[in-house]
């Protein structure tokens, strides 16, 4: 098993920034793409950012040149720089990690893992 925790969510005034990080941990042979997804209330969830562990980025239109998406991947780790907040970027984001897991090489599982959410509310 893979698991995942988010951290650095909170409360912003429009304009601001925060930093949100997410740590896998577990049986982990190799992660192939992390990312961030977002779901605000009433809407279905919506990917935010996405990084291959060769470091390719890909961004939802609405934070392109907002956010920024990196990764530790000696940590097993991806962070959410957010800057320049808008009250429309609050919701629910949770952390997602596809790769593989295992404790010796014939025990070898893909694995897609979800992390427990972390609220960011942005205030106008």
């Known amino acids: 098993q893979v698991q995942l925790v988010e951290s650095g969510g909170g409360l912003v005034q429009a304009g601001g920034s925060l930093r949100l990080s997410c740590a896998a941990s577990?049986?982990?042979?190799?992660?192939?793409?992390m990312g961030w997804y977002r779901q605000a209330p009433g809407k279905q969830r919506e990917l935010v950012a996405t990084i291959t562990s060769g470091g390719s980025t890909n961004y939802a239109d609405s934070v392109k040149g907002r956010f920024t998406i990196s990764r530790d991947n000696a940590k097993n780790t991806v962070y959410l720089q957010m800057n320049s907040l808008k009250p429309e970027d609050t919701a629910v984001y949770y952390c997602n990690a596809e790769g593989v897991h295992g404790t010796s090489w014939s025990d070898l599982r893909n694995f897609g893992s979800w992390g427990q959410g972390t609220q960011v509310t942005v205030s106008s």
């Open positions: 577990g049986s982990i042979f190799s992660i192939n793409v």
